[in-house]
């Protein structure tokens, strides 16, 4: 059985590479215009040895020949209000591309899918409640390695790589895009201080996706549900696969409700952030998932759950989760500033008939 869907980028989404494009490879006016060194190193008028001399200290490349620079364009972004107002030149942390051009990685859906299917099981049954519970009571008291630990959890419910039954579920990657569709904003990091205030502590630069579509597909492999592939014990989660929009709604509109509570909790400053996630969850058609960078801890942890039991406590402190003396976890929050403030990550994904 297979699935398409369109994708509606909510609020910006950033889906890192990996890499960072250095204020030497830029330039910053009314748009982002990124620069192809290696071309711009055989313009006969650029002069590369005065440009490497600069570049040992540090060296923007807009206050260095930027006409010259502009003639090899990779690409040209919109840049966001609040850049326009007042230019930032730092490191950009780079969206990515395949062959030069933007699109949604089928990996990065299918995390947050696994994500919604694990939190909707917990909620709902009992016995993987107890189950995931009595495994985070042992990881409490014994500690170990925070990777190995939620590996560990979600082996309970999916089983080792062998027999995760998440093979049945293909994710394929989204169409590619031209790069231009790509816009570069402030993403500011909000932090709850020891005097419980919510106050930005630190500013990033990011290509981000927002407001266009994409298409991708999802196909529920039937071949490991039934004949001789039923020894790998699939069979009784396949209704999970079934009823992803359901799943992936629950989890969204319960975060989604999380998240307004946390932003009522610091004032009329964060209205913009609680007036968007009021609308989010009118949303009717189709379903929501939260992706990749900026999503923050609580959109890929379904630690969420847990919080009110005696051992979370002893959990974060085994491993070192938030600060001490600042009850609330997670503190921080990766936030969008533009004409508004937005969170990162939101999409909706909607069935194409």
């Not at 009314?30 to 040895?49: A, C, G, N, T, V």
């Not at 107002?85 to 699109?103: H, N, P, T």
């Not at 919604?116 to 519970?133: G, P, Q, T």
């Not at 396949?238 to 409700?257: D, R």
Request: charged fraction near 30%.
């Amino acid at each position: 059985m297979i699935n398409k869907y369109n994708i509606e980028i909510m609020s910006p989404v950033h889906i890192g590479n990996g890499n960072k494009i250095s204020p030497m490879e830029y330039i910053l006016e009314d748009k982002f215009d990124r620069i192809d060194m290696d071309s711009l190193f055989e313009d006969k008028d650029f002069p590369k040895d005065e440009f490497i001399e600069k570049a040992k200290s540090y060296v923007y490349l807009g206050s260095f020949y930027p006409n010259i620079a502009k003639r090899h364009k990779l690409y040209s972004l919109e840049v966001c209000d609040e850049l326009k107002k007042k230019k930032r030149v730092k490191e950009v942390f780079e969206f990515i591309k395949s062959g030069g051009k933007a699109y949604i990685p089928g990996s990065s859906l299918k995390g947050s899918i696994r994500t919604a299917i694990l939190y909707y099981a917990i909620r709902n049954d009992v016995e993987i409640y107890s189950l995931v519970k009595n495994q985070l009571t042992q990881l409490s008291i014994m500690g170990g390695n925070k990777k190995k630990a939620d590996d560990q959890v979600e082996e309970k419910f999916f089983g080792k790589t062998t027999y995760d039954f998440m093979k049945g579920c293909i994710v394929s990657d989204s169409n590619l895009a031209s790069p231009d569709i790509l816009k570069l904003e402030l993403i500011k990091v909000l932090s709850v201080n020891i005097a419980n205030k919510l106050q930005p502590k630190l500013e990033l630069l990011a290509e981000t996706l927002v407001g266009n579509k994409f298409e991708i597909s999802i196909k529920i492999d039937d071949f490991y549900f039934k004949g001789e592939a039923k020894e790998l014990g699939f069979s009784n989660k396949k209704e999970y696969l079934e009823n992803l929009p359901n799943i992936c709604n629950e989890y969204s509109k319960s975060l989604i409700e999380y998240e307004i509570d946390f932003f009522k909790k610091y004032g009329n400053e964060y209205k913009d952030l609680i007036e968007f996630y009021e609308n989010l969850k009118n949303i009717e058609n189709g379903f929501l998932l939260r992706i990749s960078w900026g999503s923050g801890w609580h959109s890929m942890s379904v630690a969420r759950l847990f919080q009110e039991e005696p051992f979370f406590m002893e959990l974060r402190k085994k491993f070192r989760l938030g600060r001490k003396g600042i009850k609330i976890f997670p503190k921080s929050r990766k936030v969008v500033v533009d004409d508004k403030i937005y969170p990162l990550g939101w999409i909706k994904l909607e069935e194409i008939k």
